[in-house]
């Protein structure tokens, strides 16, 4: 616990410098963090990437889409960099970032330190020089036929889910992962080699892009950020206007906070909808027309499950998608790789499964609503009694808990998003009191009474 001479001193801002590949000027002393591009043997950090698998971009897109990646990829560092715990209040950073980009970029980079606040919780300075922006992209398009759309595909329900209602539409995709460690990446070709084969190769293509690299913090609020900076610079190497699909439940993309101490980016904003809504209009400012789409904003993971337009495929490839936070985290204490089953991610699963009767705890390491004890559990239980309070607040006021919601501060957008956000709210809080009711033990009933 910080003591109050600690909470009254200001913390030092985490200094990171991102050096652009080829780029001849030595970053300045003093800084807590260099970061190199593929730069095997650098004294400082290196992200291990595979970019030059992405598509050569026409000329008028080159330099503002890679100077997105390249902010993207220096936030996604610093967050994975700059550590947490020793701020005074374990939580909020002051991260300053040194970055390369180009000239249109330049004056609305102060417009993305305000967003970045917003999605990781954090105070960020960005410090701009101008660059040029040569990322080296050599990828070969190896079909005859042109991708309608763009979707993002982590492995998880979500974005397999959208990935079949977008070919049962008929649409031709490009399927972008993003992966920094095996298993993911194990999960994501499986899942994609599944649609390949199902609905044929002249159907998708599935672009795995690796950014690696080790840091000692978790918590990484930005990842989203980078995917989408990955996910615009593959659409915008295809003519026209291509969107960007994010196939993300409301209930997901709202988070909202199950608890007031889980208010503000503790619960993470990766796809909501006023950060993308923010995004987007930032593209706009630089010139880069794509968009972002998410189709299920409205939607429970119940209900986009329930209404996938091929149930049958779901139901044979969901077993092999995974949702968990941290998959592999029970290797350090010797249990299997796999779905943890107390995490957060994992009890929404769970609750969108039981919908459609497909949940089953022995798919879990562990089985939170038998496990008679995991309620009194520090760390596998917290999820739990997180949404479990929430389940009773909801029950008895449900206009406090909407109250806890951040719906942007555009007042022309603030009515329609709280009347979508109290449908979501609604419909999900009956998925998770439904699959309490079904399949919970005698501790959890207790519990919420």
């Known amino acids: 616990m910080p003591d109050a ?5 200001p913390a030092e801002p985490f200094r990171l410098y991102l050096k652009a590949p080829g780029e001849k000027r030595r970053p300045p002393r003093g800084r807590d963090a260099v970061v190199h591009l593929d730069k095997p043997g650098a004294a400082d950090f290196c992200v291990h990437t595979n970019f030059r698998d992405l598509w050569p971009l026409p000329a008028e897109n080159a330099e503002p889409v890679q100077a997105f990646l390249l902010s993207a990829l220096a936030v996604w560092a610093a967050d994975k960099l700059g550590p947490r715990l020793p701020r005074p209040d374990a939580w909020t ?7 390369p980009l180009s000239s249109n970029w330049i004056e609305l980079s102060s417009c993305l330190a305000p967003l970045l606040n917003f999605l990781t919780g954090d105070t960020w300075t960005l410090q701009p020089r101008d660059s040029h922006m040569d990322l080296k992209f050599a990828g070969h398009w190896p079909h005859a036929w042109q991708p309608t759309a763009v979707t993002l595909f982590s492995g998880g329900l979500d974005s397999l889910t959208g990935a079949i209602d977008l070919l049962e539409q008929g649409q031709r995709l490009v399927l972008v992962s993003h992966y920094d460690y095996g298993q993911l990446a194990a999960t994501q070709q499986t899942l994609a080699a599944a649609l390949a084969e199902h609905y044929g190769p002249d159907r998708l293509h599935h672009l795995a892009l690796r950014v690696q690299l080790e840091g000692p913090e978790l918590t990484l609020r930005s990842r989203s950020l980078l995917y989408l900076a990955l996910g615009l610079t593959a659409v915008s190497a295809f003519p026209g206007d291509l969107p960007l699909i994010i196939p993300e ?6 988070n909202p906070p199950l608890t007031l101490n889980r208010l503000g980016a503790y619960s993470t904003r990766t796809t909501h909808p006023h950060f993308l809504s923010e995004v987007t209009n930032l593209w706009q400012e630089v010139g880069l027309a794509q968009k972002l789409e998410n189709p299920y904003q409205h939607r429970t993971k119940g209900e986009m499950l329930e209404k996938c337009r091929n149930l049958s495929l779901l139901e ?8 968990c936070a941290r998959p592999v985290a029970g290797r350090w204490r010797g249990e299997s790789a796999g779905a943890c089953g107390y995490c957060y991610p994992c ?3 769970r609750a969108a499964l039981h919908r459609l009767g497909w949940d089953r705890g022995e798919d879990y390491r562990m089985d939170v609503l038998s496990e008679p004890d995991v309620l009194r559990h520090r760390v596998k239980g917290r999820h739990l009694r997180a949404l479990g309070l929430a389940l009773k607040t909801w029950e008895h006021d449900p206009q406090e808990f909407l109250s806890r919601l951040w719906l942007g501060s ?5 009515s329609a998003r709280f009347a979508a956000a109290q449908r979501v709210l609604k419909a999900g809080f009956a998925e998770f009191a439904k699959w309490i009711e079904n399949q919970g033990g005698g501790g959890i009933k207790e519990f919420l009474g």
């Open 316 to 323: 044979e490839l969901a077993p092999l998608s995974m949702s």
């Open 410 to 414: 555009d007042p022309e957008k603030i």
């Open 5 to 9: 001479e600690n909470l009254a001193r």
């Open 249 to 254: 439940n409301g209930w997901i993309s709202l």
């Open 93 to 99: 950073r002051d991260l300053a970032l040194e970055i």
């Open 347 to 349: 009890l929404v699963r």
